[in-house]
């Protein structure tokens, strides 16, 4: 019997031994990232490496990037569009009281195509618009400036034009700015104004005469 008794607290022995190993084990070794304040880390269902929710897609490069490749027009032809649309604004808003209408419709004239020209030299020369400068003395000095490009196609290209008249007149000094919409167009190895319109007017471009 006492044999029997020590085979029993020797198996009671074990398997408290057993016991405290498995807890130990437990203790050290956690199951789930919960435990071990680490997020954990499971199979992405379509294979592909999961992305960081705040990791940017697009980010700054150093490579060289030419837009002008993108474009129907080179850098010289749209900087001299953007330069004939200046000088033509230019001139449009620079006038004198004492200045012949007809002198001052040629010289706007210049910039542009046959068929714009001769619209502009109608509005410029009218009877009233002349009367009204001539009774109020007014003597307006513009500069002109591209603000943006609104579209370019292969042949012509829309720019806005910000147009700033310095006025002097009887009826008092004042500045006046204003967008315009300045259409330039190819014509051969040239190019000319083919439209003009208040930027506020959505003009669109059309080259078609």
């Given at each position: 019997?006492?044999?029997?008794?020590?085979?029993?607290?020797?198996?009671?022995?074990?398997?408290?031994?057993?016991?405290?190993?498995?807890?130990?084990?437990?203790?050290?070794?956690?199951?789930?990232?919960?435990?071990?304040?680490?997020?954990?880390?499971?199979?992405?269902?379509?294979?592909?490496?999961?992305?960081?929710?705040?990791?940017?897609?697009?980010?700054?490069?150093?490579?060289?990037?030419?837009?002008?490749?993108?474009?129907?027009?080179?850098?010289?032809?749209?900087?001299?569009?953007?330069?004939?649309?200046?000088?033509?604004?230019?001139?449009?808003?620079?006038?004198?009281?004492?200045?012949?209408?007809?002198?001052?419709?040629?010289?706007?004239?210049?910039?542009?195509?046959?068929?714009?020209?001769?619209?502009?030299?109608?509005?410029?020369?009218?009877?009233?618009?002349?009367?009204?400068?001539?009774?109020?003395?007014?003597?307006?000095?513009?500069?002109?400036?591209?603000?943006?490009?609104?579209?370019?196609?292969?042949?012509?290209?829309?720019?806005?034009?910000?147009?700033?008249?310095?006025?002097?007149?009887?009826?008092?000094?004042?500045?006046?700015?204003?967008?315009?919409?300045?259409?330039?167009?190819?014509?051969?190895?040239?190019?000319?104004?083919f439209d003009l319109q208040p930027a506020g007017d959505g003009q669109d471009g059309d080259t078609e005469g």
């Amino acid at each position: 019997m006492a044999q029997q008794g020590d085979r029993r607290g020797l198996a009671f022995a074990a398997i408290v031994v057993v016991i405290a190993a498995v807890g130990l084990y437990l203790t050290m070794w956690p199951d789930s990232g919960e435990s071990s304040g680490e997020p954990v880390a499971t199979a992405s269902t379509s294979g592909a490496p999961a992305v960081p929710v705040n990791t940017p897609l697009a980010t700054a490069s150093d490579a060289p990037f030419d837009i002008y490749s993108f474009l129907p027009m080179s850098k010289e032809q749209l900087a001299a569009a953007a330069d004939l649309a200046e000088r033509f604004t230019a001139a449009y808003g620079t006038f004198s009281y004492e200045e012949d209408p007809v002198a001052y419709a040629d010289r706007v004239k210049v910039f542009t195509t046959a068929d714009l020209g001769n619209v502009l030299a109608r509005t410029l020369s009218s009877p009233g618009t002349v009367d009204r400068n001539r009774a109020d003395e007014v003597v307006s000095t513009a500069t002109a400036r591209t603000k943006e490009i609104r579209s370019v196609e292969k042949t012509s290209v829309v720019l806005v034009v910000t147009g700033t008249q310095q006025i002097t007149a009887k009826s008092g000094s004042r500045q006046l700015t204003e967008d315009y919409a300045v259409t330039v167009s190819q014509m051969g190895t040239d190019w000319r104004v083919f439209d003009l319109q208040p930027a506020g007017d959505g003009q669109d471009g059309d080259t078609e005469g």
